[in-house]
């Protein structure tokens, strides 16, 4: 059985023009009235100003989301976008994204830390999961994951699944259920999980009908608004 409230993230990276995540708004917008769960929208930062103007202008059932934070409260950080800076236009942020940390070599302690400013400005960490040890790892450094674990969800995302923008390469589902699971146990409570890595309109539903998977973040299928429309429509299924 499919969960019939489910957290779905689409995560558009660096791509789009504002124009094109208007067109996305428009597109998705209308079919989100119908929709049971959570959708959340994390389009590049110069857009959420104006993208939260038309959710709310046009009564959107959307929720926007940031794709990272900084590391450091606001200051001289040039380049940089603190989460108080956005913390009226955004309630989530996806943090600890295995691309923020292959290409902008993101630490553990940056992650735990953007944890920590995300949660002060009441911004809920969407935050990726690569493999259990790096759960682990954050673990073994501090409590901020299993104090705030009711404030956050989680995301079992392998690199290895993420599509890269070409080919799909899911990882298997039953796999991804276990993981999900084992998060779980490690944190020693009841917290959301998601999965993340090549979702897509023909695979979602195997995903979603895990019994330890909420939702899914899904990154090269919400791109082009159709595709994710599908993705959407066959997560019911
Ligand atoms: P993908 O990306 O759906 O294109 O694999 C997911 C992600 O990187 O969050």
Known sequence: MSNPTPVVIANLKANKTWEEVSAWLNEVGKA??????????????????????????????IKLGSQDISKFEQGAY?????????????????????????????TNEDVLKKVELALSSNITPILCIS?????????GKSNLLKENSDKIIFVYEPPSAISGGRDY?????????NNAQEMGNKI???ITTIYGGSINP??????????NIEGGLVGQASVDPNTFLQVLENAKI
């Open 169 to 177: 390469k899911p990882d298997n589902p039953e796999d991804a259920n």
């Open 78 to 106: 040039t380049g940089e976008v603190a989460a108080s800076q956005i913390a009226d236009l955004v309630e989530y942020a996806v943090l600890g994204h295995s691309e923020r940390r292959k290409y902008f070599n993101e």
């Open 131 to 139: 493999d259990m040890s790096q759960l682990d790892e954050y673990l």
């Open 32 to 61: 989100s009235k119908d929709f049971k769960g959570t959708l959340i929208f994390c389009p590049s930062y110069p857009f959420l100003a104006s993208a939260k103007e038309k959710i709310d202008r046009d009564s959107i059932n």
């Open 188 to 190: 020693g409570k009841e």
């Open 202 to 211: 023909d695979n979602v539903n195997s995903f979603f009908s895990q019994n």
